[in-house]
């Protein structure tokens, strides 16, 4: 079986990381016999320039069909100026895919400390999975936009917070058995609709993971003060997209973070969590991390490749550990050179 991958390369710099992390996915397919064809398709600004609709019906038709899609990145300034927005695709895209649960690792490589922009002790261990929410919330509830007056409605279901927290409780299991659930339920009906859910589940189904609840600004502030005591940070989906963020600068770049949306089937989305950064785009000198990890997600979740997928993680973190990398991470290598360096580390 060949399984079919539809690819997006989108804005920025996105096609010149969906470049590296195909051609690292290619080599691990080789390896270990997995068999991909990737199919590409515009998305985001370039389709609203081509076709005036940031998801084409095609696009659209193609990531129902496939057994996993990859972005690159959307979105850029030029498209800030009225009309249609790319931003709109990629959560219509989410949507239709039906994809809820949105997982980025956080980890700080052993001897890399110095990346970091925290003290070395401080990120030192820092090992954590982000889970956030990703079809409710704010960015689908009801909106309202004026001159002197708008709102955005944030709206969470009982049923929204479980099967969330259900991911969040099962995945801490084959870690380190910790979940800290992030809210703002001194404030906010939705967090406590969303605490109360959580506990209840938790109660019945898993006791044996530890639970805790930090209020979403306490947590800003301990993500920074230690990193390193956190394993399963689960979240809603303003939340997590503010705190992965910042998280993500913990091991030394945004560029080196991935991620993984998935729902109920093995199809998901995998993307790297930076954006476009049209400033270097079509310079080579993009950090191509962040995409080739995503595609060692989508290997692992969408694929069923779990060799694969640690065979890639492995040969990025040799690689790094060698000394070479992209001038974020203090690296003398090009987007394309740095990606071929992994490409020919990935091994049996």
């Known amino acids: 079986m060949t399984f079919r991958i539809a690819f997006l390369p989108g804005d920025g710099v996105g096609p010149e990381v969906a470049a590296a992390a195909r051609r690292v996915m290619m080599r691990a397919g080789e390896i270990f016999g ?19 609709d940031p998801l084409p019906p095609e696009t659209l038709t193609e990531c129902l069909e496939a057994d996993a899609v990859f972005l ?3 979105g850029g300034p030029k498209w800030d100026k009225g009309g249609p927005r790319p931003e709109t695709g990629l959560l219509a895209l989410r949507k239709h895919l039906g994809v809820y649960a949105n997982l980025r ?3 700080v490589m052993p001897g890399k400390e110095a990346l970091s922009p925290l003290k070395e002790e401080t990120a030192r261990g820092c090992d954590i999975l982000i889970i956030r929410e990703l079809t409710g919330g704010l960015y689908f509830g009801e909106k309202h936009e004026g001159t002197e007056r708008a709102s955005d409605n944030c709206v969470y279901t ?17 870690r380190r058995s910790k979940v800290t659930s992030v809210d ?21 189904e898993y006791r044996d993971v530890e639970l805790e609840h930090v209020l979403v600004d306490a947590m800003a502030m301990k993500l920074i003060q230690r990193p390193a005591g956190f394993d399963v940070v689960l979240t809603e ?4 997209d503010i705190l992965s963020d910042e998280a993500s600068v913990i091991a030394g770049s945004i560029g080196l973070a991935p991620s993984a949306s998935l ?8 993307e790297p969590i930076h954006g476009s950064a049209p400033d270097i785009a079509g310079h080579d000198k993009a950090n191509p991390v962040g995409a080739i990890l995503s595609g060692a997600m989508l290997m692992r979740f969408s694929l069923k490749a779990e060799e694969a997928a640690q065979a890639i993680e492995r040969a990025v973190e040799a690689t790094v550990e060698k000394g070479f990398g992209t001038g974020d991470i203090g690296g ?17």
């Open 237 to 240: 989906n303003l939340f997590g």
């Open 72 to 74: 690159g990145a959307v």
């Open 184 to 204: 703002k339920a001194n404030v906010m009906a939705t967090s406590r609709l969303w605490r109360a859910a959580v506990i209840a589940l938790h109660e019945t």
């Open 332 to 348: 003398r290598d090009s987007c394309s050179e740095f990606a071929e360096r992994i490409a020919s580390a990935v091994k049996r």
């Open 105 to 107: 690792p956080i980890r």
């Open 158 to 174: 009982r049923e929204e917070v479980t099967r969330i927290a259900r991911i969040a409780f099962e995945a801490a299991r084959g």
């Open 34 to 52: 997995v068999p991909m064809k990737f199919e590409d398709y515009d998305f985001g600004g370039v389709a609203i320039d081509r076709h005036g």
């Open 263 to 270: 729902g109920d089937g093995a199809r998901g989305l995998f």
